[in-house]
Each structure stands twice: as structure tokens, then as C-alpha cells.
């Protein structure tokens, strides 16, 4: 049996990947309506705005964990910017990352330890171009 809904957005739109605040709130990535929504458990909602009708994701990292990674999608960009409150800190934030499966990261690459993802974006001169790599570990 689902749980209750907590919120129905108005209009159109569609909802994709989240991220959880540390006070609870749930932020969603909103396709339409160009932005993120964070619903509060109360029902609540609060939109912030991005460039592109179709935001997919985000998440939260940093010392304070305000640093909140947006990726939109039509545009291919990812945006990096500053929230107003600080995400929930996820297990595998807390201890090496390497340890849990996660991609070690230094300078925006993957360093000799991770795997490599499958696809990646770069974002070159306003123009996302996305390349597949291979299986290896070497950074291009």
C-alpha cells in the first residue's frame, strides 16, 4: 500500500530525482517547471528556479553540505551553487568514500582509485559534449 501524498504541484509538471535536507524537507528535481521544489512533511512547497525546463537531479555535498550539484538536462549543464540550508549528510559522506563504492574525485576527474562512470558530460565552451569511456581508469 503507498503512503499518503504529502503535496500535488499545480499545472504540469513532473517530478525526478531528489535530495533530502537535513531538517527533513525534500527537495525534487521539478521537469516543466525548470527548477527545484523542496516539499516540506507539512505539504508545503518552495520552488527555486533554474535555467532549464528540465532539471533532473541534485545533491549535496561540501564541509557544510550547502553546496547543492544541479544537472539540467536539455541544456546539459551542471550547475553548482550555494543552498540555503544544509542537506543530509549520507553515510558514505561521513567515512572514505572509496570504502563505500563511491567515486573518489580530485579536480573534477576521477582519480586512479575510482572506476570511472560510464558516460560523461564536460560542459566546453557553452557546448555539452558527452563522450563514453571505456572501462579503464585513465583520465583523458
Known amino acids: 500500500m503507498p503512503g499518503r501524498v ?7 509538471q513532473f517530478l525526478d530525482s531528489l535530495a533530502v535536507e537535513a531538517g527533513g524537507k525534500v527537495c525534487v528535481a521539478t521537469i516543466f517547471n525548470g527548477g527545484i521544489t523542496a ?30 550539484w544541479v544537472t539540467c538536462s536539455s541544456t546539459g549543464s551542471l550547475f553548482k551553487c550555494r543552498w540555503p540550508r544544509p542537506g543530509l549528510k549520507l553515510n558514505y559522506n561521513a567515512g572514505s568514500a572509496g570504502a563505500h ?34 572501462g579503464s581508469t585513465r583520465s583523458r
Not at 6 to 12: C, E, N, Q, R, V
Not at 45 to 53: G, K, L, R, S
Not at 57 to 65: E, K, L, S, T
Not at 110 to 130: E, H, I
Request: a positive charge; aromatic letters at 10%; one cysteine or more.
Open 39 to 68: 516539499f516540506d512533511p507539512d505539504g508545503s512547497t518552495e520552488h527555486f528556479a533554474f535555467p532549464d525546463i528540465v532539471t533532473t537531479n541534485i545533491c549535496f555535498g561540501g564541509a557544510d553540505m550547502r553546496d547543492a
Open 101 to 134: 563504492g563511491g567515486y573518489a574525485v580530485r579536480r573534477g576527474r576521477p582519480s586512479s582509485r575510482s572506476r570511472p562512470p560510464t558516460a560523461v558530460t564536460r560542459q566546453f565552451r557553452g557546448v555539452a559534449a558527452s563522450r563514453r569511456m571505456s
Open 6 to 12: 504529502i503535496a500535488t504541484l499545480p499545472g504540469y
